[in-house]
Nanobody, 122 residues
């Protein structure tokens, strides 16, 4: 069983930065790929970023590539999403998720956090 708790969301001006954190429980954390997803009002949930179990491989959606960085600290059972040069279209609820496997992926996420709101003003 894996429990995930996101934090770090809030209100920021366009061009600003936020760092989201996701604290995970469970002794299988290092064997799971982790992902960040987001959902804006009236839209379906979309993939943002993923990182493999060791933290050596990452993959990003085109919409955030070059602006967002996913990382993890396995000693702390925590995954991060550093978001720079934020745009109003980044406004969404951001969710942390744990994959059933260790390789980067956009699907097959078994555990989800409660979500944290990110609002970017223009």
């Amino acid at each position: 069983q894996v429990q995930l708790v996101e934090s770090g969301g809030g209100l920021v001006q366009a061009g600003g930065s936020l760092r989201l954190s996701c604290a995970a429980s469970g002794r299988t954390f290092t064997s799971r790929a982790m992902g960040w997803f987001r959902q804006a009002p009236g839209k379906e949930r979309e993939f943002v970023a993923t990182i493999n179990g060791s933290g050596r491989i990452t993959y990003y959606a085109d919409s955030v590539k070059g602006r967002f960085t996913i990382s993890r600290d396995n000693a702390k059972n925590t995954v991060y999403l550093q978001m720079n040069t934020l745009k109003p279209e980044d406004t969404a609820v951001y969710y942390c998720a744990a994959n059933r496997d260790s390789g980067i992926a956009t699907t097959l996420y078994d555990y989800w956090g409660q979500g944290t709101q990110v609002t970017v003003s223009s």
